[in-house]
Structure formats: C-alpha cells, structure tokens
C-alpha cells in the first residue's frame, strides 16, 4: 500500500509540473484540437458540434479574444441546408455543459423579436408523436427543421425562467438566421484553418 500511495504521489506530482507548459503550448497552438488551453472551450464546442455528424459547413465569427478568450460563436449549416448561429462565452458559461446538458434553450428568430426559452423537456413533449427527444446540442442540429416549426409558431416555455441566472449563461444559445439578409459578420471555414491561424493571430 506505501509503494502504491507513493506512486500515485509521483504520477500526481510529474502531471502538476506538465499541466502549465502544456496549458500554454495548447494556447499558443502547438497542439491541434485539445479541449484546454486558451482554446480549450471553443474546441469543446467545434467538437461538439462536429459530432452530430449533421454539420455540413461550419464557420466562426466574432470571436473577443482577452486575457480569456470570451464570446465566440459558429455560423452552422445543417445537412438539411438551414443556417443557425451558436452563441457561447467562455468567460461566463461551462461551454462542455451547453453543449451536452443544457439547462434550456434561448432560441431567436426572425419571425419575432428577442429570445424565446424552451426546456429540453418542452421540445421533447412537443416531438413526441415523432420520436424525437431534445436533450443537447446534437438533437437541436439534427432535427432542425422539425424544431423550426415549434420555435416559429410556439411560445417558450415560462417555467425555464430562472430569477438567478438573468443572463441565462446555463441556456444554449440558437438563433435561426434570415439567409437573405447580411448580417455584418465576417466568417472564416475553420476546416481550412489551422490552430495557430485562429482569430486575431
């Protein structure tokens, strides 16, 4: 049991001293993909977002880049050809959490003003008939069209509101773009880009 515990207290002590030269290798892009790092959190949520496997183009806008990186968001288009906008910041919202537990969902679209918020539970209840279940990021992607028809014509849900949280940073953030309007943003196809080439590099 000594020789395990002071094993564990080397492999504990090794990890300690490469986690800050590999936190600052992965932010200055020597890494590809990783999930930390400067870079971490926009990973977490290009990953996610690639794993739905319902992503046809993906592209990113608006990135604020600060000691932390902060608001970001991807520009997606879905197999099915709709374009939705994916807003996050990582200096407020656990992006892995909004990514595969949202709390609720803060929709916008063009067809009324502001955000409506629906639960996981509500969108779930109103696509029951056809099977579908919204409970992340992933089910929003792949049945995009059926969920446009709700969002479109169905109030949100009032029971999502939450006193404390005024800023929703717990909601997943969706919004249904007019393809015939410019929307002022300039976007880059990450699958030509590469780490080091991110924004403002």
Same mark, same amino acid.
């Given at each position: ?22 936190? %600052? ?12 790092? $400067? ?34 968001? *991807? ?18 919202? +656990? ?5 595969? $537990? ?23 209840? &109103? &696509? ?8 992340? &990021? ?5 049945? %995009? +069209? ?10 949100? +849900? ?5 006193? *404390? ?5 717990? $909601?997943?953030?969706?919004? *249904?773009? +007019? ?7 300039? $976007? ?14």
């Amino acid at each position: 049991m000594r020789q395990t515990g002071k094993g564990l207290l080397k492999i504990t002590l090794v990890l300690m001293a490469l986690y800050p030269p590999a936190w %600052i290798a992965a932010s200055a892009g020597v890494f590809r993909d990783v999930e930390f790092g $400067y870079y971490g959190e926009f990973n977490v949520a290009l990953h996610a977002i690639q794993r739905s496997g319902c992503a046809e183009i993906i592209e990113y806008s608006g990135v604020n880049k600060d000691v932390w990186l902060e608001e970001f968001h *991807f520009k997606v288009t879905t197999k099915s050809g709709r374009v939705v906008r994916l807003w996050f910041d990582a200096s407020n919202m +656990d992006v892995r959490q909004l990514c595969y $537990y949202p709390v609720a969902f803060s929709v916008r679209h063009p067809a009324y003003e502001g955000d409506r918020r629906y639960s996981p539970e509500m969108l779930s209840e &109103l &696509l029951k008939e056809k099977g579908i279940k919204v409970r992340e &990021l992933k089910d929003i992607l792949c049945n %995009i +069209d059926e969920l446009e028809q709700i969002i479109r014509t169905t109030q949100g +849900d009032a029971g999502v509101l939450r006193e *404390f949280d005024r800023y929703v940073w717990d $909601y997943l953030r969706v919004e *249904f773009m +007019d393809e015939s309007e410019s929307d002022g943003w300039t $976007y880059t196809d990450i699958r030509e880009m590469d780490v080091v080439d991110w924004p403002g590099e």
